[in-house]
């Protein structure tokens, strides 16, 4: 990795992310990736000493398998959130299958952790009223938890 001073942070020069720019405001570091022809955020927290090198790590074991955890995620999505769907956020009373489910939900960002932990974040396709569906997988590549936010 390259540093260059810019600000209280340097920018990160980083193989396949390019440069990684801090962003003061959320306190952590973005730049983008192009996922299916989707521009992705990536979001990566500093640790303690507002060092990034662990989540850096994490970041290229899993965008280097997107596409299986991507796919991964919308399944553990319908497991967790399609019966909510079904049973409360209802359109004009159809229920939806599971493939219709995971084809409305489309990646947007991800944000890694110091401890190993990563949150994917889809659109919702209007599934939950454009809240976002957050998926959250721990450092092993299990995802233990799905929501919607916002």
């Known amino acids: 990795m390259e540093f260059e001073k810019c600000m209280n942070y340097p920018d990160i020069k980083h193989e396949f992310l390019g440069y990684l720019r801090y962003n003061s405001e959320l306190d952590w570091y973005e730049s983008q990736v192009v ?17 990034v090198e662990s989540a850096l790590y994490r970041v290229n074991s899993v965008v280097r398998e997107l596409k299986h955890h991507a796919k991964s995620a919308k399944e553990y999505a319908v497991e967790q959130l399609l019966k909510l769907k079904n049973e409360t956020w209802l359109d004009e009373g159809e229920t939806l299958t599971s493939e219709e489910f995971k084809n409305r939900m489309t990646l947007e960002g991800l944000v890694f952790f110091p401890d ?5 974040y889809y659109n919702d396709g209007n599934l939950f009223l454009r809240h976002c569906i957050l998926i959250k997988m721990d450092k092993h590549d299990c995802f233990v938890d799905a929501s919607i936010r916002g």
């Open 35 to 51: 996922f299916y022809e989707t521009q992705l955020t990536i979001s990566i927290s500093t640790d303690d000493n507002n060092k």
């Open 116 to 120: 190993g932990e990563a949150e994917l």
